[in-house]
Protein backbone atom coordinates (compact mmCIF):
# COMPACT_ATOMS: atom_id res chain seq x y z
CA UNK A 1 0.00 0.00 0.00
CA UNK A 2 1.71 3.36 -1.36
CA UNK A 3 1.37 5.56 2.39
CA UNK A 4 3.86 8.08 1.11
CA UNK A 5 6.08 9.81 -1.72
CA UNK A 6 9.64 11.14 -1.19
CA UNK A 7 11.15 13.27 -3.49
CA UNK A 8 14.79 14.22 -4.09
CA UNK A 9 15.00 18.29 -4.84
CA UNK A 10 17.75 19.12 -7.26
CA UNK A 11 17.69 16.72 -10.50
CA UNK A 12 14.13 16.16 -10.04
CA UNK A 13 11.92 19.17 -8.99
CA UNK A 14 14.10 21.43 -9.50
CA UNK A 15 16.27 22.20 -12.54
CA UNK A 16 19.29 23.83 -9.91
CA UNK A 17 22.09 21.65 -10.98
CA UNK A 18 23.27 23.88 -13.64
CA UNK A 19 23.07 26.42 -11.01
CA UNK A 20 24.92 24.83 -8.20
CA UNK A 21 27.60 24.35 -10.39
CA UNK A 22 27.96 27.45 -11.80
CA UNK A 23 27.62 29.04 -8.00
CA UNK A 24 30.53 26.24 -6.73
CA UNK A 25 33.21 27.15 -9.91
CA UNK A 26 32.08 31.05 -8.99
CA UNK A 27 32.94 30.42 -5.61
CA UNK A 28 36.20 28.01 -5.77
CA UNK A 29 37.81 30.63 -8.54
CA UNK A 30 37.80 33.15 -6.15
CA UNK A 31 39.99 30.48 -4.23
CA UNK A 32 42.30 29.79 -7.59
CA UNK A 33 40.55 26.78 -7.96
CA UNK A 34 39.25 25.38 -11.07
CA UNK A 35 36.49 22.75 -11.60
CA UNK A 36 34.35 21.70 -15.06
CA UNK A 37 31.06 20.49 -15.72
CA UNK A 38 32.30 17.29 -16.40
CA UNK A 39 33.95 17.25 -12.62
CA UNK A 40 30.96 18.41 -11.02
CA UNK A 41 28.55 16.18 -12.28
CA UNK A 42 31.12 12.69 -11.77
CA UNK A 43 32.33 13.93 -8.98
CA UNK A 44 30.76 16.51 -6.78
CA UNK A 45 27.15 16.06 -7.40
CA UNK A 46 25.79 13.56 -4.86
CA UNK A 47 27.26 15.64 -1.88
CA UNK A 48 25.94 18.17 0.21
CA UNK A 49 27.66 21.88 0.20
CA UNK A 50 30.22 20.71 2.73
CA UNK A 51 31.00 17.76 1.19
CA UNK A 52 31.26 19.43 -2.11
CA UNK A 53 33.82 21.64 -0.55
CA UNK A 54 35.39 19.10 1.26
CA UNK A 55 36.20 16.77 -1.59
CA UNK A 56 36.96 19.65 -4.07
CA UNK A 57 39.96 19.97 -0.87
CA UNK A 58 40.74 16.64 -0.62
CA UNK A 59 41.28 16.69 -4.67
CA UNK A 60 43.04 20.27 -4.73
CA UNK A 61 45.31 19.61 -1.41
CA UNK A 62 43.45 22.40 0.20
CA UNK A 63 43.45 22.18 3.85
CA UNK A 64 40.66 24.13 4.39
CA UNK A 65 39.37 23.65 8.06
CA UNK A 66 35.40 23.11 9.09
CA UNK A 67 35.60 27.33 9.88
CA UNK A 68 36.74 28.08 6.33
CA UNK A 69 34.31 25.70 4.41
CA UNK A 70 31.25 27.22 6.57
CA UNK A 71 32.05 30.43 4.38
CA UNK A 72 32.40 28.47 1.41
CA UNK A 73 28.80 27.36 1.48
CA UNK A 74 28.04 30.65 2.49
CA UNK A 75 29.55 32.36 -0.03
CA UNK A 76 28.17 29.55 -2.75
CA UNK A 77 24.72 29.88 -0.95
CA UNK A 78 24.73 33.73 -1.70
CA UNK A 79 25.80 33.06 -5.31
CA UNK A 80 23.25 30.60 -5.96
CA UNK A 81 20.35 33.13 -4.99
CA UNK A 82 21.76 35.48 -7.09
CA UNK A 83 21.53 32.97 -10.04
CA UNK A 84 18.17 32.36 -9.29
CA UNK A 85 16.99 35.71 -8.94
CA UNK A 86 13.55 36.11 -10.84
CA UNK A 87 13.48 32.89 -12.31
CA UNK A 88 11.52 29.36 -12.52
CA UNK A 89 13.84 26.68 -11.89
CA UNK A 90 11.08 24.19 -11.80
CA UNK A 91 11.22 21.18 -14.60
CA UNK A 92 8.33 21.14 -16.88
CA UNK A 93 5.56 18.85 -15.41
CA UNK A 94 7.50 18.99 -11.86
CA UNK A 95 4.36 21.42 -10.32
CA UNK A 96 1.44 19.62 -11.52
CA UNK A 97 3.09 16.15 -10.82
CA UNK A 98 3.53 17.47 -7.14
CA UNK A 99 -0.05 18.31 -6.84
CA UNK A 100 -1.51 15.47 -7.96
CA UNK A 101 1.34 13.59 -5.68
CA UNK A 102 0.28 15.47 -2.79
CA UNK A 103 -3.67 15.25 -3.55
CA UNK A 104 -3.13 11.14 -3.05
CA UNK A 105 -0.51 11.23 -0.35
CA UNK A 106 1.47 12.63 1.92
CA UNK A 107 4.75 13.64 0.20
CA UNK A 108 8.62 15.27 1.81
CA UNK A 109 11.30 16.13 0.27
CA UNK A 110 14.88 14.65 1.12
CA UNK A 111 17.56 16.61 -0.19
CA UNK A 112 21.10 17.58 0.15
CA UNK A 113 20.14 21.13 -0.99
CA UNK A 114 20.17 23.70 1.95
CA UNK A 115 16.65 24.47 3.79
CA UNK A 116 16.42 27.91 2.89
CA UNK A 117 16.99 27.33 -0.93
CA UNK A 118 14.28 24.43 -1.07
CA UNK A 119 12.36 26.95 0.68
CA UNK A 120 12.79 30.10 -1.35
CA UNK A 121 11.80 27.46 -4.43
CA UNK A 122 8.48 25.89 -3.14
CA UNK A 123 7.12 29.42 -1.68
CA UNK A 124 8.13 30.89 -5.27
CA UNK A 125 6.07 28.33 -7.14
CA UNK A 126 3.07 28.15 -4.57
CA UNK A 127 4.05 24.24 -3.51
CA UNK A 128 5.31 25.15 -0.01
CA UNK A 129 1.87 23.60 1.34
CA UNK A 130 2.02 20.93 -0.42
CA UNK A 131 5.27 18.80 1.25
CA UNK A 132 4.36 17.50 4.92
CA UNK A 133 8.01 17.26 5.65
CA UNK A 134 11.41 18.50 4.52
CA UNK A 135 14.60 17.16 5.46
CA UNK A 136 18.11 18.97 4.21
CA UNK A 137 21.20 19.34 4.45
CA UNK A 138 22.90 19.31 7.67
CA UNK A 139 19.48 17.79 9.13
CA UNK A 140 21.04 14.28 9.90
CA UNK A 141 24.41 13.19 11.07
CA UNK A 142 24.94 11.91 7.67
CA UNK A 143 23.81 12.91 4.16
CA UNK A 144 23.49 10.95 1.01
CA UNK A 145 24.00 8.46 0.52
CA UNK A 146 23.91 7.29 4.08
CA UNK A 147 19.90 6.59 4.83
CA UNK A 148 19.62 8.80 7.12
CA UNK A 149 17.61 10.93 5.24
CA UNK A 150 15.05 9.27 4.44
CA UNK A 151 14.59 7.61 7.38
CA UNK A 152 13.84 10.85 8.64
CA UNK A 153 11.95 12.07 6.20
CA UNK A 154 9.54 9.11 6.97
CA UNK A 155 9.59 9.72 10.81
CA UNK A 156 8.74 13.23 10.07
CA UNK A 157 5.68 11.94 8.08
CA UNK A 158 5.01 9.23 10.81
CA UNK A 159 4.77 12.12 12.85
CA UNK A 160 2.68 14.68 11.38
CA UNK A 161 -0.11 12.19 10.21
CA UNK A 162 0.15 10.49 13.64
CA UNK A 163 0.46 6.85 11.68
CA UNK A 164 3.08 4.33 11.69
CA UNK A 165 4.56 4.19 8.30
CA UNK A 166 6.98 1.75 6.87
CA UNK A 167 9.50 2.32 4.58
CA UNK A 168 8.49 -0.65 2.20
CA UNK A 169 5.09 1.26 1.81
CA UNK A 170 7.31 4.43 0.75
CA UNK A 171 8.44 5.78 -2.80
CA UNK A 172 11.72 7.75 -3.16
CA UNK A 173 11.92 9.42 -6.47
CA UNK A 174 15.58 10.38 -7.49
CA UNK A 175 18.34 11.21 -10.41
CA UNK A 176 21.59 10.36 -9.11
CA UNK A 177 22.74 6.90 -7.87
CA UNK A 178 23.62 8.43 -4.49
CA UNK A 179 20.18 9.27 -3.46
CA UNK A 180 19.01 5.47 -4.87
CA UNK A 181 21.64 3.89 -2.66
CA UNK A 182 20.08 6.33 0.15
CA UNK A 183 16.63 5.30 -0.57
CA UNK A 184 17.19 1.29 -1.59
CA UNK A 185 18.81 1.49 1.60
CA UNK A 186 16.38 2.68 4.21
CA UNK A 187 14.01 0.11 2.56
CA UNK A 188 12.21 2.13 0.09
CA UNK A 189 10.99 1.70 -3.42
CA UNK A 190 13.00 3.64 -5.75
CA UNK A 191 11.53 5.16 -9.26
CA UNK A 192 15.09 7.06 -11.59
CA UNK A 193 13.68 10.16 -13.19
CA UNK A 194 16.56 9.73 -15.99
CA UNK A 195 17.10 13.35 -16.90
CA UNK A 196 20.62 14.23 -14.87
CA UNK A 197 21.85 10.96 -15.91
CA UNK A 198 21.19 7.94 -18.36
CA UNK A 199 19.26 5.08 -16.80
CA UNK A 200 21.69 2.89 -18.01
CA UNK A 201 23.88 4.78 -15.84
CA UNK A 202 21.71 4.12 -12.34
CA UNK A 203 21.63 1.04 -10.02
CA UNK A 204 19.06 -1.02 -10.16
CA UNK A 205 15.51 0.38 -9.79
CA UNK A 206 11.64 -0.31 -9.59
CA UNK A 207 10.75 2.59 -12.34
CA UNK A 208 12.49 4.79 -14.46
CA UNK A 209 10.69 7.43 -16.37
CA UNK A 210 11.97 10.68 -18.12
CA UNK A 211 10.26 13.27 -16.13
CA UNK A 212 7.84 14.48 -13.39
CA UNK A 213 5.45 14.88 -16.14
CA UNK A 214 5.45 11.05 -16.64
CA UNK A 215 4.44 10.51 -12.98
CA UNK A 216 2.33 8.06 -12.47
CA UNK A 217 0.62 7.51 -9.45
CA UNK A 218 -1.03 4.13 -10.23
CA UNK A 219 2.21 2.64 -11.28
CA UNK A 220 3.74 3.96 -7.85
CA UNK A 221 0.87 2.24 -5.86
CA UNK A 222 1.44 -1.12 -8.00
CA UNK A 223 5.47 -0.52 -7.33
CA UNK A 224 4.38 -0.33 -3.31
CA UNK A 225 2.27 -3.19 -2.99
Known amino acids: ?33 AITERDYYDRYLGFDDVGVFRTVAADHGRAWDACEIGTLVLRK ?35 GALRPEIVR ?34 ALIAAATRAAIDARDCVAIEDSRWGLESARAAGLH ?12 LPAVDLVIPNLDALDLSALRAIAD
Open 1 to 33: MLRAIIFDFDGVIANSEPLHFAAFRDVLAAETV
Open 77 to 111: AVRLEALEANVSILFPGAADAIRRASAAVPIAIAS
Open 121 to 154: VLAREGLADAFTAIVAAGETPAGKPSPEPYAKAI
Open 190 to 201: TVAVAQTYDARD
